[in-house]
């Protein structure tokens, strides 16, 4: 498989019927800690393994460089960003009201399985959240790789992929200036050199895990979205995707955090089933390989999917969505305390550490018992 799709070329058109076409936009994904409860209820029903798993560790954030911002998924891409997964200053949370979900992401579906209360927080009240140095490495270096397959096979080399940092990191700033608050208290730049640091040794370890020189990537960034016959629509952004001369198709998500223990992987790959299944949505393709390259620790994680995978893992999805649709018609989001509760920006806001919710901007009860 891999020596036949280091030439790669076009993502290959399915048969007819398929849901959507691919667009233009930024999301990145997660995996899920475990199944969520439903509202008043159970936990959503079991549709295979992928329900079981976790995230990395706290603070991996930055093992998706490219994730989407708080709300994003209700857009049509339009405004949608790079980089951490909340709002930051004069962001989205400011300029648009409350709307029901309308998609779903594996970042948002993480999110709500680790906490429906989080979910409600970063997509229906699209509260701001600080940007992190570990989140925005992960942006910094995920840019870098997809500029580097700018340039010719010959000259995709680690000397020129660290040269292309400081670039990407001042564009990074222009596009999403509250990074710059991370190194505010930084006077003399010590801090922001060794963060930078750390991205070039990110970027280089990259290259003892696979050669760019025989890669030629169909696409980079993609962004896709299918809706499923209930209604149901899922989106997000394939790190890259190659295609060997025979069809067969590798979907590649970079992670700049470390590879998570063997106990955790099916966790770990549920974001690449997500996307597997909307690319065989899209095109009635399974993709041949599901690949995610930890920067981190120097691993690299393969899965060949089958078709059931894609099934199970549709079948979770549409639980997990009919939970969310209880839980925006009743109002009823409950926080789901775990370790993770010690990073998350809206402790202010969780009655898990005394704060109060903001009041429901929705209307309770007002929705129908389709989809939202």
């Not at 970042?107 to 906490?115: G, I, L, P």
Request: aromatic residues 6%; proline residues 9%; charged residues 25%.
């Amino acid at each position: 498989m891999d020596s036949s799709i280091d030439e790669a070329a076009a993502l290959p058109d399915g048969e007819d019927g398929a849901a959507a076409g691919p667009a233009s936009g930024a999301v990145g994904g997660g995996a899920p800690e475990a199944a969520p409860p439903v509202p008043g209820g159970g936990p959503v029903p079991d549709a295979g393994p992928e329900t079981s798993g976790a995230t990395e560790t706290p603070g991996a954030a930055e093992t998706s460089g490219a994730t989407e911002t708080s709300g994003a998924e209700e857009t049509s891409g339009a405004g949608v960003t790079s980089g951490g997964c909340g709002t930051g200053a004069g962001g989205a949370a400011e300029v648009r009201g409350a709307i029901a979900p309308t998609s779903l992401s594996p970042s948002r579906a993480s999110d709500f399985m680790q906490c429906p209360l989080l979910y409600r927080f970063r997509v229906i009240d699209r509260l701001p959240e600080k940007p992190s140095e570990a989140a925005t490495r992960g942006t910094l270096v995920h840019a870098v790789l997809e500029r580097l397959f700018d340039a010719p096979a010959g000259e995709r080399t680690a000397p020129r992929a660290k040269a292309l940092i400081p670039g990407q990191w001042d564009r990074l700033r222009e596009s999403r200036p509250e990074v710059t608050e991370l190194f505010a208290d930084d006077p003399d730049g010590a801090r922001l050199a060794g963060w930078l640091a750390e991205a070039e040794r990110l970027v280089e370890r990259w290259f003892t895990l696979e050669d760019p020189t025989r890669l030629e990537p169909a696409e980079r960034e993609l962004f896709v979205e299918a809706e499923l016959e209930s209604g149901l629509r899922l989106r997000g952004i394939i790190d890259r995707v190659d295609v060997a001369p025979t069809g067969e198709v590798r979907i590649v998500d970079y992670k700049t955090g470390k590879a998570p223990r063997p106990e955790y992987a099916e966790g770990a790959l549920f974001q690449m089933k997500f996307y597997a299944l909307v690319v065989w949505r899209l095109k009635r393709v399974v993709p041949r390989r599901l690949q995610l390259v930890y920067l981190g620790s120097g691993d690299v994680l393969t899965y060949d999917p089958v078709l059931a995978d894609l099934e199970r893992v549709e079948r979770k999805l549409h639980a997990l969505w009919e939970a969310i649709r209880q839980a925006t018609e009743s109002g009823n989001w409950r926080p789901r305390p775990t370790k993770l509760c010690g990073w998350c920006d809206h402790q202010a806001h969780c009655p898990e550490f005394g704060g109060t919710p903001p009041p429901y901007p929705l209307p309770v009860g007002g929705l129908g018992s389709g989809t939202v």
